[in-house]
T-cell receptor, first 115, second 111 residues
Framework: ETGVTQTPRHLVMGMTNKKSLKCEQH?????MYWYKQSAKKPLELMFV???????ENNSVPSRFSPECPNSSHLFLHLHTLQPEDSALYLC??????????????FGPGTRLTVL | QKEVEQNSGPLSVPEGAIASLNCTYS??????FFWYRQYSGKSPELIMF????GDKEDGRFTAQLNKASQYVSLLIRDSQPSDSATYLC???????????FGTGTRLQVFP
């Protein structure tokens, strides 16, 4: 595997379900990110982790719970979601944080549908 | 005012023409500017970045930055149908980890 991978690629869940999204980066990066992409809206940053420590939590509802067990893996735990949470969830990684030039590499995304 | 603004398009250009994509930003402290390309159903991929005023060229792509006027543009020369995608402008401020994205401009290159 190369780059940034995400599983599952598609997920349909009910409002009472609990599920998790997984992201893995094979680039040796120290920083990882979760973004939400909804139709007609800009990419929204949700969480930033640097060396397994959360450095940014962008006013995200508590029904989204991130976990970063090590610098290569990032999870997004989902519970009691709402239909408006349906979106493409993108994971990204970058060499580090606090860099002037901070190229972020994106995974393929998980298309989430909440019924 | 939106932090990063782009015309949503679609911008339609004939094959072989120059496509010009524009982006304005509101934070004067912004330091780095990125252009990502996103094909339908795919994730964004970086095609250019710039952080100094002026032009930066890479193959058929030229990024132009004007910090005084707070705009950044992307020119695509000799446009190809394979360039048809949504182009996302992203901006970050020095020493923060927040990339602020625009909504993207959809480019259509017709044969």
């Amino acid at each position: 595997e190369t780059g940034v991978t995400q599983t599952p690629r598609h997920l349909v869940m009910g409002m009472t379900n609990k599920k998790s999204l997984k992201c893995e980066q094979h680039l040796g990066h120290n920083a990882m990110y979760w973004y939400k992409q909804s139709a007609k809206k800009p990419l929204e940053l949700m969480f930033v982790y640097s060396l397994e420590e959360r450095v940014e939590n962008n006013s995200v509802p508590s029904r989204f719970s991130p976990e970063c067990p090590n610098s290569s893996h990032l999870f997004l735990h989902l519970h009691t979601l709402q239909p408006e949470d349906s979106a493409l969830y993108l994971c990204a990684s970058s060499q580090d944080i606090g860099l002037t030039y901070n190229e972020q590499f994106f995974g393929p995304g998980t298309r989430l549908t909440v019924l | 005012q939106k932090e990063v603004e782009q015309n949503s398009g679609p911008l339609s250009v004939p094959e072989g023409a120059i496509a010009s994509l524009n982006c304005t930003y509101s934070d004067r402290g912004s330091q780095s500017f990125f252009w990502y390309r996103q094909y339908s159903g795919k994730s964004p991929e970086l095609i250019m970045f710039i952080y100094s005023n002026g032009d930066k060229e890479d193959g058929r792509f030229t990024a132009q930055l004007n910090k005084a006027s707070q705009y950044v543009s992307l020119l695509i020369r000799d446009s190809q149908p394979s360039d048809s995608a949504t182009y996302l402008c992203a901006v970050n401020t020095y020493n923060t980890d927040k990339l602020i994205f625009g909504t993207g401009t959809r480019l259509q290159v017709f044969p």
